[in-house]
């Protein structure tokens, strides 16, 4: 296996235990769990941190929201990924239409190297 995918796997693993790491919860849990993938140009990976911190503090506020991480990848800066849960459909349904995340979309997108990608999942096991 080349190093880099190694690397990749080991990444994917240290992600797998930060989300493991959030307060245990039934399976029967109705909270909902968000993986986003954000990735940024090369050279607007500061402009989209910046923006990216700002959002999810203020995120973290909103009704519902349970927790909300932010990570970025130690190889490849400007590679983005959120780790949010919430308390359930509602809560999440609530979060995407807020003033906030309206006025976020137009403003990343430029920056940004690819369309970032949402999963919405629910836990089976924590």
């Not at 930060?18 to 607007?44: F, N, W």
């Not at 999440?92 to 403003?107: F, R, S, Y």
């Amino acid at each position: 296996m080349p190093d880099l995918d190694r690397r990749l796997l080991i990444q994917g693993a240290a992600a797998v235990t930060l989300i493991a790491a959030q307060p245990a919860a039934a399976a029967t849990d109705s909270a909902v769990h968000v993986i986003a993938e954000i990735v940024a140009k090369p050279d607007k990976a500061d402009e989209a941190r910046t923006m990216l911190v700002a959002f999810v503090d203020g995120a973290r506020k909103e009704p519902g929201c349970k927790s909300y991480a932010l990570l970025e990848m130690l190889t490849e800066p400007g590679h983005f990924f959120t780790s949010e849960v919430w308390a359930d459909k509602a809560a999440i349904d609530a979060h995407m239409v807020t003033p906030e995340i309206k006025a976020l979309g137009p403003k990343l997108t430029p920056l940004l190297a690819k369309p970032f990608t949402v999963a919405m999942n629910k836990a089976l096991s924590v």
